[in-house]
Protein backbone atom coordinates (compact mmCIF):
# COMPACT_ATOMS: atom_id res chain seq x y z
CA UNK A 1 0.00 0.00 0.00
CA UNK A 2 1.21 3.73 -1.00
CA UNK A 3 0.35 7.17 -1.35
CA UNK A 4 1.13 8.49 -5.15
CA UNK A 5 -0.18 11.76 -6.69
CA UNK A 6 -0.53 11.86 -10.36
CA UNK A 7 0.65 15.16 -12.39
CA UNK A 8 -1.32 18.04 -11.07
CA UNK A 9 -4.59 19.00 -10.58
CA UNK A 10 -5.03 15.55 -8.77
CA UNK A 11 -4.44 15.33 -5.16
CA UNK A 12 -2.35 12.63 -3.39
CA UNK A 13 -4.02 9.36 -3.24
CA UNK A 14 -4.16 6.01 -1.42
CA UNK A 15 -3.43 3.03 -3.84
CA UNK A 16 -2.44 -0.88 -3.07
CA UNK A 17 -0.94 -3.50 -5.05
CA UNK A 18 0.11 -7.64 -4.73
CA UNK A 19 3.48 -8.26 -4.09
CA UNK A 20 4.14 -9.93 -7.39
CA UNK A 21 3.60 -6.43 -9.16
CA UNK A 22 -0.69 -7.19 -10.33
CA UNK A 23 -3.95 -5.96 -9.02
CA UNK A 24 -3.45 -2.47 -8.24
CA UNK A 25 -6.07 -0.64 -7.44
CA UNK A 26 -6.81 2.78 -6.02
CA UNK A 27 -8.28 2.69 -2.36
CA UNK A 28 -9.31 6.50 -1.69
CA UNK A 29 -10.45 9.03 -3.85
CA UNK A 30 -9.64 12.53 -2.78
CA UNK A 31 -11.47 14.58 -4.82
CA UNK A 32 -13.46 18.00 -4.22
CA UNK A 33 -15.99 17.85 -1.13
CA UNK A 34 -17.36 20.93 -1.83
CA UNK A 35 -18.83 22.22 -4.75
CA UNK A 36 -17.26 25.39 -4.32
CA UNK A 37 -13.45 24.72 -4.12
CA UNK A 38 -11.93 26.89 -6.26
CA UNK A 39 -8.06 26.14 -5.86
CA UNK A 40 -5.19 24.19 -7.33
CA UNK A 41 -4.79 20.33 -7.18
CA UNK A 42 -7.98 18.48 -6.10
CA UNK A 43 -8.32 20.11 -2.40
CA UNK A 44 -7.36 17.27 -0.62
CA UNK A 45 -5.00 14.60 -0.01
CA UNK A 46 -4.97 11.41 1.22
CA UNK A 47 -1.26 10.27 2.45
CA UNK A 48 0.72 7.96 5.18
CA UNK A 49 -1.50 4.54 4.79
CA UNK A 50 -0.93 1.93 7.51
CA UNK A 51 -2.58 -1.04 8.29
CA UNK A 52 -4.17 -1.89 11.33
CA UNK A 53 -3.80 -5.46 13.12
CA UNK A 54 -7.38 -6.04 12.09
CA UNK A 55 -7.07 -5.29 8.15
CA UNK A 56 -8.55 -2.27 8.61
CA UNK A 57 -6.04 0.87 6.30
CA UNK A 58 -5.70 4.20 8.58
CA UNK A 59 -4.42 6.96 6.51
CA UNK A 60 -4.59 11.48 6.71
CA UNK A 61 -6.23 13.22 4.84
CA UNK A 62 -4.99 16.95 4.43
CA UNK A 63 -7.08 19.68 3.23
CA UNK A 64 -6.18 22.66 1.16
CA UNK A 65 -5.03 25.18 1.43
CA UNK A 66 -1.83 24.00 3.81
CA UNK A 67 -0.68 26.92 5.44
CA UNK A 68 3.04 27.14 6.47
CA UNK A 69 3.32 27.85 10.67
CA UNK A 70 6.19 30.49 10.89
CA UNK A 71 8.49 29.04 13.54
CA UNK A 72 8.63 32.20 16.58
CA UNK A 73 12.68 30.74 17.05
Request: glycine share 12%.
Amino acid sequence: MFGYRRPLPEGYRIYEIGVDGKGLRRLSDPRPTCSTYKGSRSGQHDVDPSYLADGRIVFTRQWEPVVPVKDGT
